[in-house]
C-alpha cells in the first residue's frame, strides 16, 4: 500500500531563512506523481510544487524547491527566503496510477519575524 | 471561476440527524474528490468520481456515507445517521482528468456532531 510519512510535526524558521521540511513516501510504482500542498489558516489547499517521479530535475517554483531523491523515496521541499505569509501546515502527498492521492499527516511551520 | 464551491462552511448537527455537504467543482473539471480531514487520520480519500461516475469508494468509512455526482457541476456527501466521530473537515477537490493534473481544493466543510 501506498503511504507518505512526514516525520516533523512542527517547525519553525525566522523570516528570510530557509527551511527544509521532510516527507517520505513508500510505493512499488516506477511511475507516480508527488506533491506538496500548503494549507494556511483559512483551510484552503493549495498546490505548492509538483514532481513527476520519471523527471530527474528538481521541481522548482519560485522561492519553493524539492530534493527529489528516488532511490531513497525521499522527497523534501526547500523553502528560501521564507516570509510571514508562509506560515501553514504542509501536506506531502503522492499519486500513482491508482489515481488515489494519498496525505501525509503534515508539518506546521511557523514563520518568526 | 470561483475555484471550487462548498457549502456550508460550518454545520453543527445532532447526533443522528442526516447531514448533506454539497459541492460545485469548477467547470470543465472531470474529475471530483470527496476527502475527511481530522487530526488523528490526517487527509483520507473518501470517494471519486470520474466523469460523473464513483471510481473508487473504498475510502467510505461506513454504510452511514453515500456520495453522489447527478451532474458534471454538483456532488453532494452525506451522512445518516450521523455520529460525533464524523466530527472532522470535509474537503471537496476537482481536477481536470484525474490526479496527474492539479488538485483545486474547496474551503471544507467543518462538521460537529454533538
Known amino acids: 500500500a501506498q503511504t507518505v510519512t512526514q516525520s516533523q510535526p512542527e517547525m519553525s524558521v525566522q523570516e528570510a531563512e530557509t527551511v527544509t521540511l521532510s516527507c517520505t513516501y513508500d510505493?512499488?510504482?516506477?511511475?507516480?506523481?508527488l506533491f506538496w500542498y500548503k494549507q494556511p489558516p483559512s483551510r484552503q489547499m493549495i498546490l505548492v510544487i509538483r514532481?513527476?517521479?520519471?523527471?530527474?530535475q528538481n521541481a522548482t517554483e519560485n522561492r519553493f524547491s524539492v530534493n527529489f531523491q528516488k532511490a531513497a523515496k525521499s522527497f523534501s521541499l526547500k523553502i528560501s527566503d521564507s516570509q510571514l505569509g508562509d506560515a501553514a501546515m504542509y501536506f506531502c502527498?503522492?499519486?500513482?496510477?491508482?489515481?488515489?492521492?494519498?496525505f501525509g499527516t503534515g508539518t506546521r511551520l511557523q514563520v518568526f519575524p | 471561476d470561483a475555484g471550487v464551491i462548498q457549502s456550508p462552511r460550518h454545520e453543527v448537527t445532532e447526533m443522528g440527524q442526516e447531514v448533506t455537504l454539497r459541492c460545485k467543482p469548477i467547470?470543465?473539471?472531470?474529475?471530483l474528490f470527496w476527502y475527511r480531514q481530522t487530526m488523528m487520520r490526517g487527509l483520507e480519500l473518501l470517494i471519486y468520481?470520474?466523469?460523473?461516475?464513483?471510481?473508487?469508494d473504498s475510502g467510505m468509512p461506513e454504510d452511514r456515507f453515500s456520495a453522489k455526482m447527478p451532474n458534471a457541476s454538483f456532488s453532494t456527501l452525506k451522512i445518516q445517521p450521523s455520529e460525533p466521530r464524523d466530527s472532522a473537515v470535509y474537503f471537496c477537490?476537482?481536477?481536470?482528468?484525474?490526479?496527474?493534473?492539479?488538485?483545486?481544493f474547496g474551503q471544507g466543510t467543518r462538521l460537529t456532531v454533538v
Open positions: 510505493t512499488s510504482e516506477s511511475d507516480y506523481y
Open positions: 467547470s470543465g473539471h472531470n474529475s
Open positions: 502527498a503522492a499519486h500513482d496510477n491508482t489515481d488515489k492521492l494519498i
Open positions: 477537490a476537482s481536477s481536470l482528468y484525474g490526479l496527474n493534473t492539479e488538485a483545486f
Open positions: 468520481f470520474n466523469n460523473n461516475v464513483p471510481i473508487d
Open positions: 514532481q513527476e517521479a520519471y523527471k530527474q
